[in-house]
């Protein structure tokens, strides 16, 4: 691999990293927003987890009822 492309990887590696905070960031804010806090499990799955598994959080967001709701969705997920 050229010195370019490890610079363009390392570029959209970090791109990456910095959408997943981003995701986690805001989905941590809706969760506040709608339950009045989260769970510091819920929140310690949230940082575990990868890029799919939260767009898929988010996409089941509103089907929740409560944080409980919320928090055995991220256990069927398997992730800690």
């Known amino acids: 691999m050229t010195a370019a492309e490890q610079i363009r990887q390392r570029g959209k ?3 990456l990293q910095e959408g997943r905070v ?3 960031n805001l989905l941590m804010k809706l969760i506040r927003k709608r339950f009045g806090g ?5 929140e ?3 940082q575990r987890s ?7 959080f ?3 967001f509103f089907d929740f009822e409560n944080l409980k709701d ?3 969705w991220m256990e069927k997920q ?3």
């Open 13 to 15: 590696l970090e791109g």
């Open 70 to 72: 919320a928090e055995r």
């Open 58 to 60: 988010g996409e089941k």
């Open 22 to 24: 981003k995701s986690i």
């Open 38 to 42: 989260i769970s510091p499990n819920l």
């Open 78 to 80: 398997g992730n800690g």
């Open 50 to 56: 990868d890029l799919d598994i939260l767009d898929r």
């Open 44 to 46: 310690q799955k949230l």
